[in-house]
């Protein structure tokens, strides 16, 4: 099993800055993207930003400009820089993992994190 441990949450005036960090640790295979999802109150959780083993990224068009991902491959690190924040930026954030199979080609395994708490005050 894999765990993921965020970190980084907190209370914020709009314009401001946050950094989210999430480690994995546990029985790890082989990590193929990691990334963050924010579920703003009353909504789905959505895709804020991921990061692939190669380092390819991927953002949402919201958050384009203002938010960075990146990760630190030996220590099973993902964080996410969070520039020019809004209220609308205000929901849960969770952290998400995507592991091979070792046993089943082309398989693949999602863990998620608990989630941390960002809010925006305007």
């Known amino acids: 099993q894999v765990q993921l441990v965020e970190s980084g949450g907190g209370l914020v005036q709009a314009g401001g800055s946050l950094r989210l960090s999430c480690t994995a640790s546990?029985?790890?295979?082989?990590?193929?993207?990691m990334g963050w999802y924010h579920q703003a109150p009353g909504k789905q959780r959505e895709l804020v930003a991921s990061?692939?083993?190669?380092?390819?990224?991927n953002y949402a068009d919201s958050v384009k400009g203002r938010f960075t991902i990146s990760r630190d491959n030996a220590q099973n690190t993902v964080y996410l820089q969070m520039n020019s924040l809004k209220p609308e930026d205000t929901g849960v954030y969770y952290c998400?993992?995507?592991?091979?199979?070792?046993?089943?080609?082309?398989?693949?395994?999602?863990?998620w994190g608990q989630g941390t708490q960002v809010t925006v005050s305007s």
């Open positions: 546990g029985n790890i295979f082989k990590i193929k993207l």
């Open positions: 990061i692939t083993s190669g380092s390819s990224t």
């Open positions: 998400k993992l995507r592991e091979a199979d070792r046993y089943v080609p082309m398989h693949e395994y999602d863990f």
